[in-house]
């Protein structure tokens, strides 16, 4: 096969055809992906950014129950990315499982700009007064919102996994230009979001939410076009194995009924298979590793002496071992989501008390603040890929500059900053608002909203190092039937941040609230403590750093057998992320 031109990893067509390493594949293909990512991002944060503004003024909600009602749509639109990679793992496949998704997406966008278009589908007003939405406008417009979340489930978890199957990992020229892919996927995200807090977050608040949501259900739709243009020449990987996550349960079920067996003194007397049969299966072998040993005991040769089923092997039982290894990172993700999803909502709200004037009559909206996360991170990552890594290659070593866990640990220390500063701009809101004796909910606090822009630049700098190294973190270290569903351990990171910051906020306001007492996020936010809640946020960010940090100290990682070929010819054969490094701070 290698003197054919094919690629090594088992990669095929789309009609399961050996595909040829010179015309399929690399950044050819990837450049229709990352050509829909942008448009993708463009409706998904065309919707996201000002959901929180939409349900306040056009729907009538309160500051909780919009805020409230925004993490609960978020966290379903971070957490459906299970199933849909479950579905993907298992059954269908990264693109058939992409394509059905794609088209609920579609359905759900279609409906939501129907919701904020049609007077049907809106509170009506009259002399001013708008009456608060019907029941059947709610439930419509949720409705359509919570179809995205399911479309969104299907294609977010695969889309990403399926652009970095385009690149051969026993090719080392591939592997190489592959170190880069996440930095430009994200890159190409982070354009699409830009466009969505810059341009139609105005057009939504001065041109009509109609024109707001139908211009980036078009733009999804080019974004499929964009897709299956390039369908000819992409690499789909084989299905090993009919269930890859059954071994997740198999494998402790098998430790447990091993429980009082010993160990043997030598890793290498477990259960194997020999490397030749890894390689002719197009599978890879993983080298044991001492973490998590208790589960060693699904690998012990003697326990199955005379039954029809043998023991799992050495590399069955390390795949589990990392997914026990990616929840322990995981678990210490969930508090810096919490603080990235501030952006579309506290500080938001925090932004439309402010004032918001550039010029005489030019007024920001208040969500177009998130723009400069934004373009903070387009700056920052051509830096970071073109400079940052290969100053750091030279020091280290590393392929990557620095470690995975070393570069989400920077990215957690920025985000502490982050609400440091963001704790500190409130104090000096909640000042200027006793001095200048600001009331009234609509009352303007006497103070530029730029005040908020270095909040926003500093979580745009920190999602470089920790939004991008989870992405490839969870993606590099899954075992490799379940990259899909490796890879949803970010996107659920998130959704769970958002259910977490959700149950916070009401729980906060709920017992603030208790005795007469002054809500930390009320109905007013120009009458509320709003810095105590920053300031509570900030104290649990840094602990969850120092947590974080632990975590990583023991954390190993993935060590698997992968011969790299260099134009068809073997260079090395060698182990890959050998080291079981800690972060260093």
């Given at each position: 096969m290698e003197a054919k031109g094919y690629t090594q990893d088992g990669t095929v067509d789309l009609q399961g055809c050996p595909v040829l390493a010179s015309k399929t594949g690399?950044?050819?293909?990837?450049?229709?992906?990352v050509g829909y990512e942008a448009f993708e991002r463009m409706a998904f944060y065309g919707v996201a950014s000002n959901l929180v503004v939409y349900l306040t003024t056009q729907l009538h909600e309160d500051n909780v129950s919009s805020v409230r009602n925004v993490n609960n749509w978020s966290g379903a639109v971070w957490m459906t990315p299970i199933i849909g990679a479950y579905i993907a793992d298992s059954y269908l496949g990264r693109f058939w499982t992409f394509t059905v998704s794609s088209l609920i997406y579609?359905?759900?966008?279609?409906?939501?700009?129907?919701?904020v278009s049609l007077k049907f589908f809106k509170p009506t007003c009259a002399n001013g007064v708008c009456n608060k939405a019907s029941t059947s406008q709610i439930a419509f417009f949720y409705s359509a919102l919570y179809i995205i979340a399911v479309g969104s489930g299907g294609t977010k978890p695969n889309i990403s996994t399926f652009g970095a199957d385009q690149f051969d990992d026993f090719n080392a020229k591939e592997k190489e230009l592959k170190v880069s892919f996440f930095n430009w996927w994200m890159f190409s995200s982070f354009l699409g979001a830009l466009f969505a807090t810059i341009g139609l977050v105005y057009i939504q608040e001065n041109l009509g939410w109609g024109l707001g949501y139908g211009i980036p259900t078009v733009g999804l739709l080019l974004s499929l076009f964009i897709f299956y243009v390039g369908t000819p020449i992409y690499r789909h990987k084989v299905r090993k194995s009919k269930s890859p996550a059954r071994d997740l349960i198999g494998v402790p079920i098998a430790a447990f009924k091993n429980r009082k067996l010993k160990l043997p003194a030598q890793p290498s007397e477990l259960h194997e298979l020999e490397l030749q049969h890894y390689g002719s299966s197009g599978k890879r072998q993983v080298h044991h590793t001492p973490s998590f040993s208790f589960?060693?005991?699904?690998?012990?040769?003697e326990a199955n002496m005379g039954a029809t089923r043998s023991p799992c092997t050495v590399t069955q039982v390390e795949g589990t071992k990392l997914v026990f290894g990616m929840i322990m990172i995981w678990l210490v993700t969930l508090i810096p989501s919490t603080i990235w999803a501030q952006i579309n909502t506290l500080f938001v709200k925090q932004g439309t008390t402010l004032d918001r004037h550039l010029g005489s009559s030019f007024q920001i909206p208040a969500a177009s603040l998130g723009s400069f996360v934004t373009l903070s991170m387009l700056l920052s990552v051509p830096m970071y890929d073109r400079y940052f890594v290969p100053l750091m290659r030279r020091k280290s070593g590393n392929p990557r500059g620095i470690t995975l866990l070393q570069r989400i640990g920077t990215g957690f220390?920025?985000?502490?900053?982050?609400i440091a500063v963001a704790y500190a701009v409130e104090v000096k809101r909640?000042?200027?608002?006793?001095i200048h004796q600001v009331v009234g909910p609509k009352e303007v606090v006497p103070m530029s909203i730029f005040w908020l822009l270095p909040q926003y630049v500093l979580i745009g700098i920190a999602d470089v190092f920790n939004a991008i190294g989870l992405l490839e973190f969870f993606y590099d270290q899954s075992p490799e039937d379940m990259q899909s569903l490796g890879t949803t351990f970010f996107t659920s990171g998130i959704g769970v941040g958002n259910f977490l910051n959700s149950f916070l906020v009401t729980m906060v306001d709920k017992i603030t609230r208790r005795g007469g007492g002054k809500s930390w996020i009320g109905k007013n936010l120009n009458d509320t403590h709003l810095d105590y809640y920053y300031g509570f946020l900030l104290v649990i960010a840094a602990l969850n750093l120092v947590a974080f940090i632990w975590a990583s100290s023991k954390y190993i990682y993935k060590r698997e057998n992968a011969e790299v070929t260099e134009d068809g010819v073997q260079v090395e054969s060698k182990t890959l992320d050998t080291s079981p490094l800690a972060i260093q701070v």
């Open positions: 690399k950044w050819r293909a990837c450049a229709f992906l579609v359905l759900g966008m279609v409906l939501l700009t129907m919701a589960l060693d005991k699904a690998a012990i040769k220390m920025l985000q502490v900053v982050a909640m000042h200027a608002i006793r």
